[in-house]
């Protein structure tokens, strides 16, 4: 708890800059992604936490903007957003809670669950994962192919977001890497997005923990000049 507690002053305090990801206290770092869409993540696990626990760290050019923490099921059990703070959170007993070995064993999961925010916001998520059949092996990491929808809707029913597309899991992490996919902010305007995996890190290698992204960023530099996009909008 002392470690989760501290994370988001911890991220929040570091440079943009400093180029080094250092995990909470009691936290170790086990890999970092960068991808595509100029995003790089570092993962990590928490003494403290239940085992199968993992956390996510997201940076753009601008610094941490996200934090998550799923289970070994890949259950969303806590998101964080750092600008403004606000802090999701799995609502207990799901109805149909997502399940990592449910998709590897049978090709498809389906789930449904609710999700609280801590500024009293709460809405509801069902969808599917469904594997593909397609395998591909990215740096050295061999990923199979899903394909996913999913809509949030909040306590009236009302459409509050959507997305549909691809994405990858790998069996030896037990996570979920993006694909290309679309999202719908629920005003029907569906947006394409690229979040392919394109260099794995572990500990040892040159870019372990980095917190500065490499691909595509100056693809976005030139998007948000000739648009006037802020990041909330990307």
Known sequence: MKALIALPFLLVAQ???????????????????????????????????????????????EGPFFLSRIDDETQWIESIELAPPTTQTLDPNPEDP??????????????????????GERSKVRGHDKLTGKTVT?????????????????EAGNLLRRARGNEYISR????????????????????PLDGHPVKFFRPGDKGFESTQPIFDCDAILSQLSKEGLTHDQL
């Open 15 to 61: 440079p943009a800059l400093a180029g080094s990801f250092i995990a909470p206290e009691g936290c170790t770092t086990y890999l970092t992604v960068q991808s595509r869409g100029c995003y790089v993540a570092n993962y990590y696990t928490c003494e403290a936490d239940p085992t199968g626990h993992k956390w996510r760290a997201d940076f753009d050019q």
């Open 98 to 119: 997502a399940s990592f070995t449910n998709l590897t064993e049978t090709g498809r999961d389906d789930f449904a669950f609710g999700l609280s925010k801590d500024n």
């Open 138 to 154: 990215i740096d050295g990491v061999e990923l199979e192919e899903t394909e996913f929808a999913y809509e949030e809707t909040d």
């Open 172 to 191: 030896e992490f037990r996570m979920f890497f993006s694909g290309t996919s679309e999202w719908d902010d629920g005003q029907g305007n569906w947006l």
